[in-house]
């Protein structure tokens, strides 16, 4: 292929900018607010499932209170009864009189042993609420973070994004001047070669792939005329002369 010194030369200022663009694409990719972000929804889900468990705990036990002081009404009532017929008279034997008064005694026995299973409840749900309650004051706290890395991350994607777009357009500008065999033949290669398509020739090594020519490569590039197009034995990059080539 032929190619004019000078479209050759801009053919690096293209790689440049190639090189410059994918640079970006990877700062994009590998932002650290991404792996950040991760890490804050790993710890957001496994707040969310020990904050279901708490608040299934606080409504178990608000159950559990409800049944309890359903027990202890049911035995007061019944105390109550053997207390109004205590007191109204009508119970005269004293056999049944006594009888009553170990079943009244036996009920309050009862009733306060329920109260104390209530007080137990009521403690254990004071706890599980507050276990509610700081799990929800973490949770806002991780939302806050999520919020600030994702600001972060926006910031720093639109920067990016600002800087590709001024990029391109300085792509756009040079790839114009060259011509389209010899851009086609980069693209090709830069898709071969991990982005790079073409590299400088400096003090007899070739940037693409970073090895030194051997002399026979050199003597055979020093013997090329200015606009042949002459490609890298090892890597096959398109290698452009300049003033540092030490040929
Ligand atoms: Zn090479």
Not at 33 to 52: H, W
Not at 90 to 98: C, G, H, I, P, R
Not at 102 to 112: D, I, N, P, V, Y
Not at 194 to 217: I, Y
Request: charged share 35%.
């Amino acid at each position: 292929m032929k190619a004019a010194p000078r479209d050759q030369q801009r053919l690096l200022d293209l790689q440049e900018l190639d090189s410059s663009l994918d640079r970006l694409a990877h700062r994009r990719r590998t932002l650290p607010e991404i792996a950040e972000l991760a890490a804050l929804q790993e710890r957001a889900n496994e707040l969310r499932d020990r904050l279901v468990t708490a608040e299934t705990d606080v409504s178990d036990l608000d159950r559990e209170q409800v049944k309890a002081e359903q027990d202890v009404d049911q035995v007061r009532v019944r105390a109550e009864r053997d207390s109004k017929r205590l007191d109204s008279g009508m119970v005269t034997s004293a056999k049944d009189l006594a009888s009553l008064q170990s079943e009244l005694a036996s009920l309050q026995r009862r009733q306060g042993d329920l109260e104390e299973v209530v007080l137990e409840i009521m403690e254990r749900r004071e706890e599980a609420e507050g276990k509610v309650v700081a799990l929800r004051a973490e949770r806002a706290e991780l939302e806050a973070a999520l919020a600030e890395v994702t600001a972060r991350k926006d910031r720093a994607e639109q920067e990016i994004d600002g800087q590709a777009e001024l990029t391109r357009s300085a792509r756009a500008g040079v790839a114009a001047d060259i011509p389209a065999d010899l851009l086609a033949l980069h693209e090709k290669l830069r898709e071969q070669f991990g982005g790079v398509g073409t590299a400088p020739l400096t003090r007899g090594q070739c940037q693409g792939c970073m090895l030194a020519l051997n002399t026979s490569d050199l003597n055979r590039i020093r013997a090329a005329a200015p606009d042949d197009v002459v490609r890298c034995e090892e890597c096959r990059r398109i290698l452009v002369r300049t003033p540092e080539s030490g040929l």
